[in-house]
């Protein structure tokens, strides 16, 4: 079966995550297993590669030995070959750099001409799982190891190194399978403890305050608590539809230290294991699970997140705590469009239903070919929102407004909305003198398209424990219970044993 694009798995991740929560059963919790299976390749395996920092060890499903050394391997789906010419074609262009663009169409011209040379007596065939060997820096296509009609088990081990997946190092062991729709994907096999580890380095910046890190080890490993067994041939995606799992990267002495001090420790409610969601911003408040989820659970209401706000003195995290987005309606329209929804160019966008703590459950796009209904937290997709805590205005044409030319942030958005420039303000220059020598522009007014400005706060769907907020509560003193017994509300910490 060939992998569906990201832009479906993304469509299809956003339209079920209404599904995503739902009731723990009352049942004895137990503690986690030593380890976990984590898929890797979130877009699945197309062009691959795998490496080790030592030696890195391939073996096949029947024991044999496939490949040994310090070299790198190359895993790959859908390779097109031209039999009768012994040439290999690389992979579509879109996955390849503008150097290997230019080999691939050398390797077309060559295939051509041999073709042409034989009478036409070669053929294009595609294999759908291959295995390669990587002899050297420029040899971009390998030496085929094993290739095969499906994908098939290919375990990699090393015993002096780290592996790494297109260059992120992972610990354990890895292994080629399939995901839940039979495309070839990379899952790897590692202790629980240092997946954990690795998550809360992945999912907030190791330099935050130690009681938020410990926050976010128990609500990451009750987290996984109630998410395995999911999958057929793994336990977890290591992305954001599951949790962000990066490897030895953000594996750090503060994130092993979270894990250590809380270990065995996962959040419960009446006794059984909660969804301990969290997302990065809740915008000052969190929100009802039914809201934006499926079922309304006890544990997951809205509360306060008055620290949420100090994201707006970080560099890099004041746009989880307010944004803004603006598009024309041509923009948007096509914007929509490569989503799934075609309304033509949008007219107005009516902010239909809209919780008490600010969140937009039901929105109506109408535009010039029809109307189109959008329900909880998919606005954030279809818009490309941040959260779904938003307003829409929509300015009229030829708005006028001053642009300084220092500001590049903004200039930008005036090229890309396709802004009009009326107008230069000046100012002289001087000399050492104080002679005037000329001229130089320091705004420019323009005038600017019809268009839809979303203004908003908060970054994901703002059920559960918000991540900057548990990092302000920690910065004011909280402990790690009184976080999570502040964003779970009426839970327990039980020690379940294990990592």
């Known amino acids: 079966m060939t992998r569906r694009s990201l832009l479906v798995r993304v469509l299809v991740a956003a339209l079920l995550i209404a599904s995503v929560p739902r009731p723990a059963a009352a049942a004895t919790v137990h503690a986690l297993p030593a380890t976990v299976r984590v898929n890797v390749t979130p877009n699945g395996v197309g062009y691959t590669l795998v490496a080790s920092t030592g030696n890195v060890t391939a073996t096949g499903a029947d024991g044999r030995v496939l490949y040994q050394g310090g070299q790198r391997l190359l895993v790959r789906t859908n390779v097109r070959r031209a039999e009768g010419v012994s040439l290999t074609l690389p992979p579509a262009p879109e996955s390849l750099t503008p150097d290997e663009r230019i ?154 230290r979270a894990v250590e001090r809380t270990a065995g420790v996962i959040a419960t409610y009446r006794g059984a294991a909660i969804e301990a969601l969290y997302s ?68 107005r966008i009516d902010l239909v239903q809209v919780t008490p703590a600010g969140r937009v459950t039901a929105a109506r796009i109408v535009g010039t070919r029809g109307t189109k209904d959008l329900g909880k937290d998919v606005t954030r997709y279809y818009f490309g929102l941040r959260s779904t805590m938003f307003t829409v205005v929509l300015h009229p044409s030829d708005e006028r407004e001053w642009v300084s030319v220092r500001d590049t942030d903004r200039l930008r958005d005036m090229d890309i909305l396709g802004a009009s420039k009326v107008k230069t303000q000046y100012e002289h220059t001087m000399d050492a003198d104080g002679r005037r020598i000329g001229l130089q522009a320091t705004e420019y007014l323009f005038a600017i398209p019809a268009r839809f400005e979303f203004v908003g706060k908060g970054f994901g769907h703002g059920v559960g424990m918000s991540q900057w907020g548990a990092q302000g509560m920690a910065l004011q003193g909280a402990s790690y219970e009184q976080i999570l017994k502040h964003y779970y509300t009426g839970i327990d910490l039980t020690n379940v044993g294990g990592a």
Do not use: C
Not at 195 to 200: K, P, T, W
Not at 234 to 246: A, K, N, S, V
Not at 293 to 298: K, T, V
């Open 280 to 347: 990065a911003n809740a915008g000052g408040i969190t929100e009802d699970s039914e809201n934006v989820f499926a079922n309304a659970l006890p544990y997951l209401r809205s509360v306060p997140s008055p620290t949420d706000d100090i994201a707006a003195n970080s560099s890099f995290g004041r746009t989880a705590w307010s944004w803004d987005k603006e598009m024309t309606a041509p923009q948007l329209g096509d914007y929509l469009r490569v989503r799934g929804v075609d309304v033509g160019v949008p007219q």
């Open 103 to 256: 080999a691939r169409r050398e390797l077309v011209r060559e295939a051509r001409r041999a073709e042409l040379e034989a009478r036409s007596s070669a053929t294009i065939v595609t294999i759908p799982f291959e295995l390669s060997l990587i002899r050297n820096p420029d040899d971009a296509l390998g030496t085929p190891l094993l290739s095969e009609q499906t994908a098939v088990v290919i375990t990699f081990t090393t015993q002096d190194g780290v592996l790494a997946v297109n260059g992120r190092g992972f610990r354990g062991t890895l292994e080629t399978t399939t995901d839940d729709d039979g495309g070839a994907i990379i899952v790897n096999t590692v202790e629980t403890g240092v997946y954990l580890a690795s998550v809360v380095g992945s999912e907030e910046p190791s330099s935050w305050e130690p009681e938020a890190l410990a926050a976010q080890a128990i609500a990451a490993r009750t987290y996984l608590a109630t998410h395995l067994h999911r999958h057929d041939h793994y336990d977890l995606e290591g992305d954001t539809r599951d949790q962000e799992y990066d490897g030895v990267g953000n594996e750090v002495r503060s994130t092993l």
